[in-house]
C-alpha cells in the first residue's frame, strides 16, 4: 500500500470528513485482475482497480471516494493521480506484454484536457507504451456525447484502446457502440448475472455478443462468478473473460498457467453436453423427455471462431 502525501490543507480538496472517515489523510493502492482470453486460455490483460483507506483504517469504496472529490482541477488532479499510481505499480510488477485497463473518471474523460495535457507525458515517464493501455469509458449521459467522442479520437490518436463499459446499463447501448467504434465492450455485470437466470436473457445473450462482433469490437463479459456464467459466455463466443471465477483483484499478478485447469474443465463440460444437444433437437423419439434448462443454447467450446482480433488478443500471439 502506497501513501500518497496528502497534507490535510490539501484533502479539503478532495474530499470531506463526512464522506471518507478522515480530514486528515489516506493511503490510495492499485490492485490488479486479471482479464482471460477465452481462446488462448491465459490472462492477456488487466484492469487496474483504486483501492483507498483512511488515515483511521476506514475502507473508502471507489465511488465513495470519487463523489467526495468536488468538479474541476481538484477532480482532474486526483484521477490523474490514481492513474499515474496504478501505471507505476503494474510496471514495477515486470509484466511485459499483458495490456493494462485503466477506469477513466467520465468527467475528466470531457474536461480533463483544459487543465493541461497529461496522459502521454505520464506514460513515457514511466516507461510503458501507449498501444498497452485500454481506456475505460464508462456512462456519460447523452447531451456530453459529442465531448465524449473528442476525447475518444484523442486516446485512440496516442494509440490506447478504447473500451465501452457496462454495456447494456444506463447510457452504454447499441447507438453509442456505432458512435465511438470501440476496440473493446464490456458487458454489464448485471447481464452476465441474468443469462443463468432468466430464459430470454440466456437467449438474447449471443446475439447480442454478435452483433457487438460485426460492429467490429471484441466482447469481454465481465462479473463472472459461477460455472454457468463462464459457460454461458464462452458458448455466446465472448473474447475475454473477467470476474472472481477466474481472479480476484490483488495486487500482484496472475500466473500465465493459473486456470489452465479451469478452462481445461469447461471444455470438457461443454464437450459433455454435445450430445445431450443432439438429442434434444433431435424428432421427438421421446416424448416424455425434458429439455435440459438452456440446453438450447450450448454451442460448444470451438463452435466458430473468433471473428476479429486486435492487437494483442490474437491466438497465441504476444501483447504489442
Avoid at 12 to 31: D, E, I, K, N, R
Avoid at 132 to 152: F, G, K, N
Wanted: aromatic share 10%.
Amino acid at each position: 500500500m502506497k501513501l500518497l502525501d496528502f497534507a490535510p490543507w490539501r484533502m479539503g480538496l478532495y474530499c470531506t470528513a463526512q464522506s471518507v472517515g478522515s480530514p486528515a489523510g489516506f493511503f490510495l493502492s492499485s490492485h490488479f485482475q486479471a482479464i482471460f482470453s477465452a481462446e488462448q486460455r491465459r490472462p492477456v490483460a488487466y484492469e487496474a482497480l483504486i483501492r483507498a483507506t483512511s488515515a483511521g483504517g476506514l475502507s473508502i469504496t471507489p465511488p465513495q471516494l470519487f463523489e467526495s472529490v468536488p468538479e474541476g482541477e481538484a477532480r482532474t488532479n486526483f484521477d490523474r493521480q490514481c492513474r499515474s499510481l496504478q501505471v507505476e505499480k503494474f510496471v514495477g510488477l515486470g509484466d511485459a506484454r499483458s495490456r493494462l485497463f485503466l477506469n477513466l473518471d467520465p468527467y475528466v474523460a470531457v474536461n480533463g484536457r483544459r487543465f493541461g495535457s497529461f496522459f502521454a507525458q505520464m506514460l513515457q515517464s514511466h516507461g510503458f507504451p501507449a498501444n498497452r493501455v485500454a481506456v475505460e469509458l464508462t456512462e456519460l449521459p447523452l447531451q456530453a456525447e459529442d465531448r465524449l467522442a473528442s476525447a475518444v479520437d484523442y486516446y485512440r490518436e496516442l494509440g490506447c484502446q478504447i473500451v465501452i463499459d457496462d454495456f447494456g446499463a444506463g447510457h452504454s447501448n447499441f447507438d453509442r457502440i456505432w458512435r465511438l467504434k470501440p476496440h473493446i465492450v464490456k458487458i454489464d455485470r448485471e447481464m452476465t448475472r441474468r443469462v443463468t437466470t432468466e430464459p430470454v436473457a440466456h437467449r438474447m445473450f449471443a446475439g447480442i455478443v454478435s452483433v457487438l462482433h460485426d460492429a467490429g469490437a471484441l466482447v469481454c463479459v465481465e462479473g463472472i462468478e459461477t460455472e454457468d456464467e463462464a459457460l454461458c459466455a464462452i458458448d455466446a463466443k465472448a473474447d475475454l473473460l473477467q470476474g472472481y471465477y477466474f481472479s480476484r483483484p490483488a495486487e500482484t499478478l496472475v500466473p500465465e498457467d493459473a486456470c489452465r485447469d479451469v478452462f481445461g474443465r469447461l471444455r470438457e463440460m461443454s464437450e459433455r453436453r454435445l450430445p445431450d444437444e443432439a438429442a434434444d433437437a433431435a424428432p421427438d423419439s421421446n416424448p416424455t423427455r425434458l429439455p435440459k434448462p438452456f440446453s438450447h443454447c450450448r454451442m460448444g467450446w470451438n463452435a466458430g471462431r473468433r471473428r476479429k482480433h486486435f492487437p494483442g488478443f490474437s491466438p497465441g500471439g504476444a501483447a504489442a
